[in-house]
């Protein structure tokens, strides 16, 4: 298509580019065509319009649940589905009911949480800038419908314990936020004021990429999502009065800022025995893996055995069991490697992506550029043809990712490493699949290195960004620049090359040559041409 087309669709707006005009569908060995536009959906195969389901003679009944369908030649195709031959009524069975394991747990996923947390070795605790003064801020003002809403959730939370009444110096206002894909209002206090006073949890988060290291050989999966650690922590005593908010039915407290953090450094210490062998915790998520079936029974006891101990609760309707794919993270994990989940991809027209995407793609960097160089310190923002195809590329770059394995600690590793005038490329490989690739665009000064030194910057590079996979691990290097594999052997060197090779003998590597014509991956990342 020559411009692009806005569908309008229940999601939103869809922009594509990309038309089949005739297509071939086969429905029941009976071929149809039609025109289709292709757009990015996880979900479903295909969207019929109404002109297509009237060209087609389309009958739908609802009572004998078929569809009828006629074809360009006067054939007729019908489809129907089969009736129920039961019906689950949930007043008579448990959700947990029928999985393993799980099902001697029902009590650690209630429909509500049975009330107030038990007193645990770690408090929420809000820290305040020295200096600070109680802050009182006004309520907001709101529509009758919208005060119902407020004094119905006031009443719940009431009746639960989890807020109560207060005479406090401060307060905060509340409002109402819409929950996601339903018509539903959940209500939330405007804590921006304390939050600014507020010293800051610095409990560290861990990295993403670390957390999938771990998984290597995992076949089965299951996924935990705990309940809100807001309600499953308490506030210690002394800051209680600092949560206040109010409304027109009178001062209450509740929770805020820095839940999060608490929480993780909570579920850590609940599993600290069982982290890097058999569970991944990502503040309230919890991931259990395992190489056999029988081990994941014992795993998944254990994890449930400990949650009920603690008294922590999970909503089972975001939980999943016995799989051998699992979503987490933005991540979809198997047996055969990792790659992106496309539907949680994020790219912005300024090229800001989540910066472990990089190493799924074949020369990232390289194409972004276009795009990053409009960051650059009193760099004019035009957004020309360049950056408009920059974008387009990572985009399908990013929705066709390929899978990479995970790394295994007890096989060698093998490195290609290329470099050119427009940048630096390499990969990371074991047991010849990839692992990782990286690549980054070349820094002003390095731009006139000799080609000896711009080689020996791609070797450099892959040693620095891999250092938790490669030090102390055997390796081999591949380069194209035959020189570089008498670098430990050359008694002239400049003092650039000096430095480097302190740093490349700490590694145990070997350094090998590999003609640019085999080096294919590597060459491509730092050569490769934007089209």
Excluded at 13 to 27: D, E, L, P
Excluded at 258 to 266: C, D, E, G, K, W
């Amino acid at each position: 298509m020559k411009r692009p087309m806005v569908i309008n669709s229940p999601g939103g707006k869809i922009t594509t580019n990309t038309a089949c005009t005739r297509a071939s569908i086969n429905i029941r060995r009976v071929e149809f065509r039609t025109g289709l536009l292709v757009i990015d959906s996880m979900d479903i195969d295909i969207i019929f319009g109404m002109d297509t389901l009237e060209k087609w003679g389309v009958k739908i009944d609802c009572a004998q649940r078929t569809v009828h369908l006629a074809a360009s030649d006067g054939q007729e195709v019908g489809i129907s589905t089969s009736s129920p031959s039961g019906y689950l009524h949930q007043m008579e069975a448990r959700p947990t009911d029928g999985i393993r394991v799980v099902c001697e747990y029902p009590d650690v996923f209630p429909d509500e949480l049975p009330g107030m947390p038990p007193d645990r070795d770690i408090e929420f605790l809000i820290e305040l800038l020295p200096g600070t003064a109680p802050i009182a801020m006004r309520q907001y003002r709101m529509a009758p419908v919208e005060q119902d809403e407020v004094k119905n959730n006031i009443d719940e939370l009431l009746a639960k314990g989890f807020i109560r009444r207060s005479s406090s110096p401060w307060s905060f206002p509340v409002l109402l936020v819409e929950k996601k894909n339903t018509d539903v209002k959940s209500m939330c206090v405007d804590y921006r004021a304390l939050n600014k006073v507020t010293i800051k949890n610095k409990y560290p988060l861990p990295r993403i990429d670390d957390l999938f290291d771990q998984l290597q050989g995992a076949c089965v999966f299951s996924k935990i999502d705990l309940r809100s650690g807001y309600h499953q922590l308490k506030v210690r005593p002394s800051d209680i009065p600092k949560t206040v908010f109010t409304t027109k039915y009178g001062f209450m407290s509740f929770g805020l800022t820095n839940v999060s953090a608490y929480f993780m450094q909570l579920i850590n210490l609940v599993f600290m025995d069982y982290l890097d062998k058999f569970v991944v915790v990502f503040i309230d998520d919890i991931l259990i893996y395992s190489k056999t079936e029988a081990e994941h029974e014992e795993h998944l006891r254990l994890v449930l055995q400990r949650l009920r101990e603690h008294k922590l609760y999970a909503k089972f309707s975001k939980c999943e069991f016995w799989i051998d794919e699992v979503r987490f993270l933005g991540h979809v994990v198997s047996n055969g490697g990792i790659t992106v989940d496309r539907s949680k991809l994020v790219l912005s027209r300024t090229g800001r992506y989540r910066k472990y995407q990089k190493r799924f793609i074949e020369n990232f960097s390289k194409i972004a550029k276009p795009m990053t160089s409009l960051l650059e310190k009193d760099a004019e923002f035009r957004w020309t043809n360049a950056q408009q195809a920059a974008f387009n590329e990572l985009k399908k770059r990013l929705t066709t990712t390929p899978v990479l394995t995970l790394p295994d600690q007890q096989k060698k590793f093998i490195v290609y490493c290329d470099a050119f005038r427009d940048g630096l490329g390499c990969v990371l490989i074991q047991k010849g699949k990839v692992i990782a690739y990286a690549s980054r665009q070349l820094r002003k000064h390095e731009v006139n290195y000799p080609t000896y030194d711009l080689e020996l910057t791609a070797v450099v590079h892959a040693l620095k960004i891999w250092r938790h996979y490669l030090f102390g691990q055997r390796c081999e290097i591949y380069t194209d620049h035959k020189s570089l594999k008498y670098i430990f052997t050359q008694n002239e060197l400049n003092m650039r090359q000096r430095r480097w090779l302190e740093l490349i003998k700490d590694y145990d590597i070997e350094i090998h040559y590999h003609p640019g014509k085999g080096n294919v991956v590597a060459d491509a990342l730092s050569r490769k041409k934007l089209c």
